[in-house]
């Protein structure tokens, strides 16, 4: 399992990556968990983690869900 502090370095990546960009939260959250299988940390923190790196990085989040 990865620590918390190799976690936070995925998700700045992660958010990194679209900082000329929109993240869609579901689909970072997913991108994230699947690139790195090993993670203990559920979809939850993993969303935190991401709407609180897009925020700091000035990164514009949507959050889309099924109908």
Same mark, same amino acid.
């Given at each position: 399992?990865?620590? @918390? *502090?190799? =976690? ?7 958010? #990194? #990556?679209?900082q000329n960009?929109? =993240? %869609?939260?579901? $689909?970072? %959250? !997913?991108?994230? +968990? #699947?690139? *790195?299988?090993? =993670? ?5 923190? @993993?969303? $935190? +983690?991401?709407?609180?790196?897009? =925020? *700091?990085? /000035? @990164?514009? @989040? /949507?959050?889309?869900? !099924? $109908?």
């Amino acid at each position: 399992m990865q620590p @918390v *502090n190799q =976690l936070a370095s995925v998700v700045r990546t992660t958010v #990194a #990556a679209k900082q000329n960009s929109f =993240l %869609v939260l579901p $689909d970072a %959250v !997913d991108e994230i +968990m #699947a690139r *790195n299988p090993g =993670l203990a940390a559920s979809r939850k923190q @993993v969303s $935190d +983690m991401v709407v609180d790196a897009a =925020l *700091n990085a /000035g @990164v514009s @989040v /949507g959050i889309a869900w !099924d $109908d």
